[in-house]
C-alpha cells in the first residue's frame, strides 16, 4: 500500500467518524422531545424552518449529494465534473415544504439509511476515486473530500445545531 492509499483510508476514516458523530447526535435530538419554533435564517437568508422541516431537508439532501458524489467519481477523467445545485432548486424546496406533514420518526429513519448509504460508499472507494474532481456552480473546484465535508459532514452539523436551538 503506498501513502495515497494510507492518507485516503485515514481521511476517510475521519469522515467515517465525524458522519457517525453527527448521527448519533441527530438520534438524540430525534427521538428527544419535539422541537418547537423556527430556525433562525442563514446569514443574508430569509428561510425559516420547523422542526419537521430540517428534517425533511436532511432526509433529502444526504441521499442527493451521495449520488453527486458518485457522479462526479463516475465521469471523472481528469477534468473537474459539474455537479451540485443551488438553494432554490425545485426538488430541495418541494421536499423541505412536503415535510411539513410527515412524522419525525420516518424522516429521521430516511436519514440514517442514507448515512449508511453514505458510510458503505467510503467503505469502498479506491485510491482512484478518491483523487475526483467536481466542478460547482458557485464554490469552483472541489476535491471529493471537501465536497463530503461541506455537502454532507457540515450540512448536517449545521442542522443538529438548528435543532437543538429548537429544543
Do not use: C
Not at 492509499?5 to 447526535?25: H, N, P, S, Y
Amino acid at each position: 500500500m503506498d501513502t495515497a492509499d494510507v492518507d485516503g483510508r485515514a481521511m476517510i476514516d475521519v469522515l467515517i467518524k465525524r458522519l457517525d458523530t453527527v448521527e448519533q447526535r441527530l438520534a438524540a435530538l430525534g427521538y428527544g422531545q419535539t422541537p418547537t419554533g423556527l430556525t433562525q435564517p442563514d446569514p443574508g437568508a430569509t428561510e425559516q424552518w420547523n422542526g419537521a422541516q430540517v428534517w425533511a431537508h436532511m432526509a433529502e439532501f444526504v441521499p442527493y449529494w451521495q449520488q453527486q458524489l458518485a457522479n462526479v467519481i463516475a465521469q471523472y477523467g481528469g477534468s473537474a465534473v459539474p455537479f451540485g445545485r443551488t438553494k432554490e432548486d425545485a426538488a430541495r424546496v418541494g421536499a423541505i415544504d412536503a415535510g411539513k406533514n410527515v412524522p419525525i420518526p420516518n424522516m429521521i429513519q430516511q436519514v440514517q439509511q442514507a448515512l449508511a448509504m453514505t458510510k458503505d460508499y467510503l467503505n469502498n472507494m479506491t485510491p482512484e476515486q478518491w483523487q475526483a474532481i467536481g466542478m460547482h456552480a458557485r464554490r469552483g473546484e472541489m476535491t471529493v473530500p471537501q465536497m463530503l465535508q461541506t455537502f454532507t459532514l457540515d450540512h448536517l452539523e449545521e442542522h443538529a445545531d438548528q435543532l437543538e436551538a429548537l429544543v
